[in-house]
Structures are given as C-alpha cells and as structure tokens.
C-alpha cells in the first residue's frame, strides 16, 4: 500500500488513518471532507487534502475508506467502484435501500472490491461464538436476546451529540442505522431473517427527530425468535447477546469480551478477555480487506449481506409502530 484516502474528518475516519500509517510506516493518507470543504490546516495523520471525488481518482490511490455520513455513501462511492478503485465503506453501507440497489449495480459491473466496516464480526469472542453456534454446541436454538444501548451524549464528550451524525435524521442517524452492529452480526450468526414486529420510540429526554429506541422481533429459518433491543439511553453500557438453546444457555458479553455458558450443573466462562485492545477490530479489519484487493481468502463484510440490513432497516421503519415519545 502506497497510497489511501480517506473520505470524512468523523471520528471513525481518525481512527483509520492512525491505523493506516500504524500497519503501513512510509504510506500517504489523503483526507477528504465529506461536505468537500478546503480547512486551512491538516488533520492528524495525514499528508494532504483532496478537493473532491474525482481528484481521488487522479491521484491513483490503491484503496479507498468512506467514512462520511451514511447519507453520503453513494455519492462518494459510486464513481470510485466505477473507476475500478477498491472501496471501503463504512457502516451502514447506505442509509437507504435504494441507494443500497444503485451501489449494488455499479459495484457488480465494474466488478471493484468493495467492503462494508461492521467491525464487530473481528472481535475475538465473536469468532468463537460463530464456531459455537455452527457446532451446534448449544443444540437447537429456541430464543436469542440481543441488547445495546449507550447514552448518546456521551459518545463524543468533546462536542454536542445535538451536532452528531447520530442525531441528525438528514445525515443518516437514529439508532437503527447507527446500531446497525446487531442486526449485522444476527443475520452472521442466525442467518436470514425474516419481520415478525418491531416499535420505535423517541426521548424527550434527548429531543431528537430521529428514533431512540427500537425493539425488534424476527425468526430465522430454523424457528428461532430473536429479539433486538437498540437504544441512546442507557447510562452505563451495555453490549449482550443471550442465546437459550436445547443444551443451555450462553451469554455473550461483547464490552467485556467475554462467552459464559449456564446448564443445570454449571456456568463456565468458555471465554473470557476483558483487556483486548479494541482497536484490533479495526486494524483486522483493514488488513481483511486488504486480502480481498489481492485475491486472497477474506472474511470481509459483504456489500450483498450489507444491503440485507439496508432493506431490513426499511421494513421496520415503514411498518414498525410508533408509541410515541418516552417521557
């Protein structure tokens, strides 16, 4: 690698860059800003400022990382798939299904590796839960309990959450999209699933127009009911993955890191590493797909499994009921 950009000044985009001059020593990071301003000065890890899409694509750099609000995914990407540059996008692959569609189609004629950034399928415990649930460890899977949620303002300490993507409906915030992560690694673990209902809510607590809450309920083909919750409110946070099956139950603690598995008998900790470096996700991830640019084996996040969610997304949000504002 002897050349990236990186599309978006967020903090996500940030990280990447610290990551690319961290695996690569001797790389140039350009940096774009998703709105295309000129800033007077360079941001952190990187050595110069591109205008505007096509001057990425004049630059002829190897790969290049969308991390720009999800609303302007397919703007900033559609020309670099049809240029035949490798792109890498980041979660959500779009904030529409539709959009999702358009990206889908230049991406498979132009035939450009492409790559959506739900880095949790990277986390060491994920991996294992994986093996678990293939194994069929657990026996035949009855009810799966997936929670999320953080307060939102505490995310970004250093600015207004008022400010963030994630509040902002215009640029593809709400906690759907932005706790993507869950459905993402549901439909890894349990595979397609299908809407049985779901609820979204809003805080008054936060004054936002877009959802704080969503509850979600599907089942997969094998019968199992899986139950998503996603929120921007809890104080503490919280991060769990239950799965109750025929052979007991797991808990899968995914900020400690950590699987723990309940019988009769006993609970034993399958696995359990809370001091992992979080910021291994990222940099397994990159590397992932520096694999797929070069024709090797992969495990990356597949733009079509990206564009399920997408249309996932879509269906709560147009048939979920609405109970209104949470005092």
């Known amino acids: 690698m002897k050349k990236v950009a990186v ?20 790389i140039i990071v350009f940096s774009m800003s998703s709105s295309e301003r000129v800033l007077s000065e360079l941001v952190s890890d990187c050595d110069g400022y591109l205008a505007n899409v096509d001057a990425i694509i004049q630059e002829q750099v190897d790969f290049v990382i969308v991390a720009s609000p999800a609303t302007y995914h397919l703007r900033h990407s559609e020309k670099l798939l049809a240029a035949g540059i490798p792109t890498f996008i980041e979660k959500p692959v779009t904030a529409s299904f539709d959009d999702a569609k358009k990206l889908h189609e230049i991406a498979e004629r132009h035939a450009t590796p492409v790559a959506i950034g739900y880095c949790l399928r990277y986390l060491p415990s994920a991996k294992i839960i994986k093996k678990i649930i ?29 400010e963030s993507v994630s509040a902002s409906k215009v640029l593809g915030g709400g906690a759907l999209l932005e706790l993507s992560h869950e459905l993402d690694y549901a439909q890894w673990l349990f595979g397609e699933l299908k809407l049985v209902n779901s609820v979204l809510r809003t805080s008054s607590e936060l004054e936002m127009d877009v959802e704080s809450l969503a509850d979600i309920i599907m089942i997969n083909s094998a019968g199992s009911l899986i139950n998503i919750h996603l929120d921007f409110l809890q104080k503490k946070p919280w991060r769990q993955c239950h799965i109750i099956g025929s052979k007991g139950r797991i808990v899968w603690d995914l900020i400690r890191n950590e699987i723990i598995h309940h019988t009769r008998q006993s609970s034993d ?40 969610i997408v249309s996932l997304i879509d269906k709560i949000k147009e048939t979920s009921q609405c109970l209104g504002e949470v005092q």
């Open 7 to 26: 599309i978006g000044l967020g903090n996500i985009a940030t990280r990447h860059r610290h990551n690319l001059k961290k695996l690569f020593p001797g």
């Open 269 to 308: 900790i399958i696995f359990s590493d809370p001091g992992w470096d979080k910021n291994g996700m990222y940099t397994d991830m990159l590397l992932d797909f520096i694999a797929e640019i070069s024709g090797s084996d992969n495990n990356c996040v597949t733009l079509e499994s990206s564009i399920n």
């Open 134 to 162: 293939e194994d069929k460890f657990i026996g035949s899977i009855y009810n799966v309990n997936i929670e999320i949620g953080q307060y939102l303002p505490d995310w970004r300490p250093s600015k207004s959450y008022r």
